[in-house]
């Protein structure tokens, strides 16, 4: 049975760190890219951050330089170490697997991703 479940988030100032996990189990995330998303109420999920299997990583522009995706292919765990928090960042946070491409790709659709966990809420205060 697949199941993620993603972890770390919290309440914290800006500045702050944080690093948050996302932890697979079902099936192995090796095989799949996995981005990390994010969503506020009343806003699209917006996609922060994707590790390809070949260990390449894209970020979205908001979060380059402050964000770093890794993964853990041994543990089925993917982390987003996020540095520099600003209020701005505050969302929940999820991950998914695509389970139709093993590269990020900006073509690539939400339809694509699959395997969701509940999310870790992360709120930035000022």
């Known amino acids: 049975q697949v199941h993620v479940v993603e972890s770390g988030g919290g309440l914290v100032h800006a500045g702050d760190s944080l690093r948050l996990s996302c932890a697979a189990s079902g099936f192995f995330i090796q095989y799949y890219a996995i981005g990390w998303f994010r969503q506020t109420p009343g806003k699209e999920r917006e996609e922060v951050s994707c590790s390809s299997t070949d260990g390449s990583t894209d970020y979205a522009d908001s979060v380059k330089g402050r964000f770093t995706i890794s993964r853990d292919n041994a543990k089925d765990i993917v982390y987003l170490q996020m540095n520099n928090l600003k209020p701005e960042d505050t969302a929940l946070y999820s991950c998914?697997?695509?389970?139709?491409?093993?590269?990020?790709?900006?073509?690539?659709?939400?339809?694509?991703?699959?395997?969701w966990g509940q999310g870790t809420q992360v709120t930035v205060s000022s």
């Open positions: 998914a697997a695509n389970t139709m491409r093993t590269r990020c790709t900006a073509a690539a659709r939400l339809h694509e991703y699959n395997y």
